[in-house]
């Protein structure tokens, strides 16, 4: 059974960094075309940043310079490095790849 587990979400200050891990099982993330979104309260689903090939990435404007989209040959991953958060940022977070979307993990940006 295909499947997208998200990991690394979680309460951060203002200024800080999180690293979130999209991992996945029964399909190999290495050449798919993978996204990450997220979704604010009572918002839609946005997308937030992409990776197509090998190293071919995209980003939104609001978090162009501060997030990093990467992949992880060796674990199956592909990787959000999030950086100089700030309270905006604060939404869960869901990957996804083709038809198919991970539970998401909760990300807080509070002091």
């Known amino acids: 059974q295909r499947q997208l587990v998200e990991s690394g979400g979680g309460l951060v200050q203002p200024g800080g960094s999180l690293r979130l891990s999209c991992k996945g099982f029964g399909i190999d993330l290495m050449l798919n075309a993978v996204d990450w979104y997220r979704q604010k309260p009572g918002q839609q689903r946005d997308l937030v940043a992409s990776i197509r090939g090998a190293n071919n990435t995209g980003y939104d404007y609001s978090v162009r310079g501060r997030f990093a989209i990467a992949r992880d040959n060796t674990e199956n991953t592909v990787d959000l490095q999030m950086n100089n958060l700030r309270p905006e940022d604060t939404a869960v977070y869901y990957c996804?790849?083709?038809?198919?979307w991970g539970q998401g993990t909760q990300v807080t940006v509070s002091s």
């Open positions: 996804k790849t083709y038809d198919l």
